[in-house]
């Protein structure tokens, strides 16, 4: 019925899309053309009056009515914007319609429900005047303290209140409520460990209105009343030392173990690679066994991926999902390793990324990895040794898949909740009938896996790595050997000089040998020059690196740590 009402309706718009579909799987392909075709039953014109807005109802439809991720197939859309049918101000993916825009000021302070009116635009007023310096996500976070856990909590407990000018009594309770966290019924269940954090939220609200009202007293003078909170509840030195003494042991505790992670991702990565070649060269329904366990091979379906199913346990694998899994835990693991960046940083990398800039002394040209601006805002350059350029080589080729360029898409950040334009990530994998740039979810869910398969035990309990402790481990490992701090922040992209020292878990009696190949730090030090940007041979801002020549060594913990003996 739907071929018959595509040949009747508009058989040359329903044929160019088709034509334009050639590429795609055959399921994804039979799937956007019904799509399509329902749009226009329902809605009545032609293939080019189709608008976003019926894109955004057809999705919402099948979320409601149908299974299976139906709603979430996007080559319909992509078929729409590629042909021209939407306009060039629609978004490029469909993705994009399914999530939420970035809610304003004003929609993030209602979402808590404050009752009282001028308070409720007071909060709005202070984060209006505060945005300009925020990036969103502190904004949320500030607004999150403010609105829910300060006021909003006010209110629940003493009905009417409307006075930021708070009775000692009042403000003794609240602070007792919120030194723990608590159920749905108020009560508790834990102390809150940033309990004193939270405190200096309010307290940083109070004395900002105080401050802005000898500059504009006719706007906020009314707001200026006595803070509640004492300097003396705010001291969150105790708090700080024991979070960076519980990191700083958790540092000590996975720096020795390193080498043996990096053996276990790469040869799950091999194993991986090799259990799916064999499967592709096994007919269907056929047996075939690997390192001692018997899988036997599944039909393979339209969208061409591989199933197993193993014969001891029943159990069916994707090993497609599986291989994919593996590489891209390897992957994050060396990068992450080899450079200390954040994992905001490294899911940031794209082709473009790659700089060539020539030895001021030899004229030799290096490559040179630069990273975008991320949590200061200063973009910086790291020196791609052999041991990182082989990492990178493979994720290219393994982007590109035979293409002589490589795919353009758009990331999403989840904090700062926009989309990018669309960019040559490195980090990107095909999903379905599209690529998407790869997210932090999904690299903390491989990282996961290959902690559990990779039986890194301490004291009999799994041990497992996440993406910031890769950067823990890379300062103090390269400090631990003999890196000026100085030149350790310059690397990691730190403002302060005291949050690199912070992420150093090494003991006030060590020493400070003279720094090796060992250290990761080492194989990223180099005197470089650009053309357009170059730093002064002997000035504050030089960086008297040095480069390492030869393959870049594993690293080598030299921590006198009991764990190991």
């Known amino acids: 019925m739907l071929a018959e009402a595509r040949q009747a309706l508009d058989p040359e718009g329903f044929a160019r899309l088709e034509q334009h579909a050639q590429d795609a799987i055959g399921w994804a392909r039979s799937d956007a053309m019904n799509k399509l075709t329902w749009i226009v039953i329902h809605k009545g014109g032609a293939v080019a009056d189709i608008t976003v807005g019926d894109g955004v109802e057809l999705t919402a439809a099948l979320e409601e009515h149908h299974f299976r991720g139906s709603a979430g197939r996007p080559l319909f859309y992509a078929l729409l914007k590629e042909t021209g049918i939407l306009p060039a101000t629609a978004p490029p993916r469909l993705r994009a319609l399914r999530i939420e825009a970035r809610p ?300 002589a360029a490589m795919p353009l898409v758009s990331a999403y950040d989840v904090f700062e909740q926009t989309w990018s334009a669309p960019m040559p990530f490195l980090f990107q994998r095909r999903y379905g009938s599209e690529d998407r740039a790869l997210t932090r979810s999904y690299i903390r869910e491989c990282l996961i896996a290959t902690s559990a398969a990779a039986q890194i035990t301490i004291t009999g309990e799994s041990l497992e790595w996440r993406p910031h402790d890769f950067r823990r481990i890379f300062v103090t490992d390269a400090l631990r050997s003999g890196l000026p701090p100085h030149i350790a922040a310059k690397i990691c992209g730190h403002a302060l000089l005291d949050t690199t020292m912070g992420y150093a878990a090494i003991y006030p009696d060590d020493g400070s040998p003279i720094i090796g190949p060992s250290s990761p730090a080492a194989a990223l030090s180099v005197p470089v020059r650009n053309t357009a940007t170059s730093w002064p041979a002997n000035g504050k801002n030089s960086l008297p690196f040095r480069a390492e020549k030869g393959r870049a060594r594993s690293m080598r913990p030299r921590l006198r740590n009991p764990l190991r003996a």
Not at 188 to 204: D, G, Q, T, Y
Request: glycine share 4%; proline share 6%.
């Open 104 to 403: 304003s000021i004003e929609q993030v302070v209602d979402k808590y429900g404050i009752e009282c009116q001028p308070i409720r635009d007071l909060m709005v007023d202070y984060l209006t005047e505060r945005a300009p310096d925020l990036d969103h996500t502190s904004l949320r976070s500030i607004a999150r303290n403010l609105c829910r856990l300060f006021w909003r909590d006010l209110e629940l407990h003493h009905p009417g209140i409307d006075s930021l000018h708070l009775p000692p009594e009042i403000s003794q309770a609240w602070q007792e409520r919120l030194a723990y966290n608590r159920d749905a019924d108020g009560n508790p269940i834990r102390p809150r460990v940033n309990f004193r954090s939270e405190l200096v939220f309010v307290k940083a609200f109070y004395e900002d209105l105080a401050r802005w009202a000898l500059d504009d007293p006719t706007r906020w003078a009314k707001w200026a009343v006595p803070c509640p909170i004492k300097a003396s509840e705010c001291a969150t030195k105790k708090s700080k030392s024991g979070v960076k003494s519980r990191m700083d042991q958790r540092t000590r505790t996975q720096l020795p173990l390193m080498p043996a992670l990096v053996r276990a991702v790469e040869q799950q990565r091999k194993a991986a690679e090799h259990l799916i070649t064999t499967a592709r060269a096994t007919p269907e329904g056929e047996v075939f066994t690997v390192e001692g366990r018997a899988f036997r091979r599944c039909r393979q379906g339209p969208s061409g991926r591989v199933y197993v199913i193993e014969v001891a346990t029943g159990k069916k694998h994707s090993l497609t999902h599986e291989e994919e899994a593996a590489f891209w835990s390897w992957a994050t693991v060396e990068v992450l390793r080899t450079t200390g960046i954040r994992i905001e940083e490294m899911l940031e990398l794209t082709h473009h990324s790659f700089v060539a800039y020539t030895l001021p002394t030899t004229g030799e040209s290096v490559p040179m990895l630069q990273i975008a601006p991320s949590k200061t805002d200063a973009e910086r350059l790291l020196l791609v040794s052999p041991e990182l350029a082989e990492v990178l080589s493979a994720i290219i080729f393994r982007v590109r898949r035979g293409q």
